[in-house]
């Protein structure tokens, strides 16, 4: 490490004064002008974790869902997976410190504790569609060079096509955004090789984000066997009253789009297209959601009916399913009495699923709003190569690996396995949405005590003064302080039929997120407001 030029690059990337960046559920988030010496900061941590791991690392700038005058980054494992929950507190620490002494004393404290070995560490940069993202991949990039790293600008891409190109790398194989492409495709037309059902059109919702030109190219790449209508390709502003997150959150078409016509199958991608959410227009214009519970157990049908065909002798790889706790309680009932397949349900964050769907052979993971993926163990992967071309099956599932992103949730691959499912059964959204009926639930993240309209949640604060007042234990379903919350919650819960409810501090905005379900949308809707009630 040559100090000089470090102090150097360092002294170009002043922290705002009193900024307090904090690693979060997944990565550093703020409005776009304060983030310069945070993203420089990335690019110092991952070139290190490059050198200490030996191998190429990634950082995307992107701030995901989140409104366009926002960015972040998310940093990435030579796997392909999130960074390592072990170096996040690095990421804090550089993150914080004050001026360029500071955060010399910490590169140093790194190198020491973390034994970083000397060289030049390779880190794969990539960036979403928003204006400030030329200034900050250049901040990023400084930061890798000035610990003697070389940043590799991978381009506008999705951020789960910088995870799955760094996976690629690190496995010595083609990672060019070209051959994602190629992969996903052939996988996909493999699984509806031959099935009787013509291909369903399918409306989507880009958010206005960088998912529009990766999905118009894939699409390009699969012809006709997939029938998508792009929409909010850019035209409005980027996850304005569109996207995933407003979908699943706000339960309202996006704008631009009026498929309210009964049964016709939308879907809608997030701001960098790593979630996914269907839906449909129901008689009297609502909007039915299919959310990613509901893929997570359409994945399910269609890897037992794929593994129902693989040769009996051969022992029969374990398959599991990884949800949090807001996992619809109808969703986790299904998959255990219909399915009888496991569940486990972890905290809130793709790196805790991911981490728990990692012990199935075939670990399927989603959270609720549709970030998610489907795992295959390595090991799986090889004995279904052993199998070799005469098993359909086999070739199938191995068409299920190319097709679903092993690195991290990949709205993409989300689409393809949803259109696979449904077209090898034959069904439309209406049959997938009947297999289980949700049991009516509300997620709040604001109350105010004063609104007195009981019903008009997205009017409504809570008001914590410190969010992390609240801490939670068993995956976030039980509140262990403040004090006494849990025992009060438990009271407002066992009065009510169905009732669930939970309480836990938002890992990416300055709020305590209250959900609640219930055998009714006005129970489910008071318990809600009653257990926000109680955070006070
Ligand atoms: C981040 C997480 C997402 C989680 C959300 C929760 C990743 C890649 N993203 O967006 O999985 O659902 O945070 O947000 O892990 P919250 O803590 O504000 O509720
Ligand atoms: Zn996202």
């Known amino acids: 490490?040559?100090?000089?030029?470090?102090?150097?690059?360092?002294?170009?990337?002043?922290?705002?004064?009193?900024?307090?960046?904090?690693?979060?559920?997944?990565?550093?988030?703020?409005?776009?002008?304060?983030?310069?010496?945070?993203?420089?900061?990335?690019?110092?941590?991952?070139?290190?974790?490059?050198?200490?791991?030996?191998?190429?690392?990634g950082l995307v700038v992107t701030a995901s869902h989140n409104p366009v005058a926002d960015n972040g980054v998310k940093l990435v494992e030579p796997t392909g997976y999130m960074l390592d929950q072990s170096w996040e507190v690095w990421a804090d620490k550089l993150a914080v410190a004050e001026d360029t002494d500071a955060l010399c004393n910490v590169i140093r404290e790194l190198y020491q504790q973390e034994d970083i070995p000397y060289g030049s560490g390779t880190v794969m940069l990539a960036y979403d569609t928003r204006p400030s993202a030329e200034e900050l991949v250049k901040a990023a990039g400084s930061g890798v060079q000035a610990l003697g790293g070389l940043p590799i600008v991978c381009g506008l891409l999705t951020t789960p096509q910088l995870h799955w190109m760094v996976?690629?790398?690190?496995?010595?194989?083609?990672?060019?955004?070209?051959?994602?492409?190629?992969?996903?495709?052939?996988?996909?037309?493999?699984?509806?090789?031959?099935?009787?059902a013509e291909p369903q059109a399918l409306t989507v919702d880009c958010a206005n984000g960088v998912g529009a030109?990766?999905?118009?190219?894939?699409?390009?790449?699969?012809?006709?066997?997939?029938?998508?209508?792009?929409?909010?390709?850019?035209?409005?502003?980027?996850?304005?009253a569109c996207g995933a997150d407003y979908v699943q959150k706000e339960?309202?078409?996006?704008?631009?789009?009026?498929?309210?016509?009964?049964?016709?199958?939308?879907?809608?991608?997030?701001?960098?297209?790593?979630?996914?959410?269907?839906?449909?227009?129901?008689?009297?214009?609502?909007?039915?959601?299919?959310?990613?519970?509901?893929?997570?157990?359409?994945?399910?049908?269609?890897?037992?009916?794929?593994?129902?065909?693989?040769?009996?002798?051969?022992?029969?790889?374990?398959?599991?399913i990884v949800q949090t706790a807001y996992a619809n309680g109808a969703s986790t009932q299904y998959i255990r009495e219909q399915l009888r397949l496991e569940t486990v349900v972890t905290p809130t964050g793709v790196k805790h699923l991911h981490a728990a769907a990692e012990h199935f052979d075939i670990g399927i993971y989603f959270e609720a709003n549709g970030h998610g993926t489907v795992l295959f163990k390595p090991e799986l992967i090889q004995r279904l190569h052993e199998l070799g071309d005469c098993h359909e099956a086999a070739k199938d599932l191995l068409a299920l690996v190319d097709m679903i992103n092993q690195a991290v949730g990949d709205a993409l691959s989300g689409i393809l396995l949803v259109e696979a499912a449904l077209r090898r059964r034959g069904w439309g959204l209406t049959e997938w949405a009947d297999l289980y009926t949700d049991?009516?639930?509300?997620?709040l993240k604001t109350l105010t005590r004063d609104s007195?309209?009981?019903?008009?949640?997205?009017?409504?604060?809570?008001?914590?003064?410190?969010?992390?007042?609240?801490?939670?234990?068993d995956a976030e379903t039980r509140a262990v302080t403040p004090e006494g919350l849990q025992?009060?919650?438990?009271?407002?819960?066992s009065a009510v039929p169905s009732g669930r409810a939970f309480v836990r501090p938002s890992g990416t905005e300055d709020v305590v997120r209250v959900y609640a379900e219930a055998a009714t949308q006005q129970a489910a809707d008071d318990l809600a407001a009653e257990v926000a009630r109680h955070v006070y």
């Open 1 to 57: 490490m040559d100090l000089a030029q470090l102090r150097e690059a360092c002294s170009k990337y002043t922290k705002p004064a009193g900024f307090k960046p904090s690693y979060g559920t997944a990565g550093f988030r703020a409005e776009a002008s304060l983030l310069h010496s945070t993203v420089f900061r990335c690019g110092l941590l991952m070139a290190a974790r490059a050198l200490k791991t030996g191998a190429a690392t």
């Open 167 to 196: 996976r690629h790398c690190n496995n010595s194989l083609k990672h060019t955004e070209s051959t994602y492409y190629e992969e996903f495709a052939s996988g996909f037309c493999t699984l509806v090789k031959g099935c009787k």
């Open 213 to 240: 030109e990766a999905l118009k190219t894939l699409s390009e790449r699969i012809g006709a066997q997939l029938s998508v209508t792009l929409r909010n390709t850019g035209e409005g502003g980027l996850n304005e």
């Open 251 to 320: 339960r309202q078409f996006p704008a631009g789009m009026d498929d309210r016509q009964h049964g016709a199958r939308c879907a809608s991608l997030d701001g960098d297209a790593d979630r996914l959410v269907y839906f449909h227009g129901m008689p009297a214009g609502n909007l039915q959601l299919l959310d990613g519970d509901r893929i997570a157990v359409l994945a399910a049908l269609l890897i037992r009916d794929t593994l129902q065909k693989l040769p009996s002798d051969l022992p029969s790889p374990s398959v599991g």
């Open 439 to 443: 049991l009516p639930s509300r997620q």
């Open 452 to 473: 007195g309209r009981k019903t008009d949640f997205t009017a409504l604060q809570i008001k914590v003064k410190d969010r992390s007042v609240v801490v939670t234990a």
């Open 487 to 493: 025992s009060r919650i438990n009271d407002s819960v």
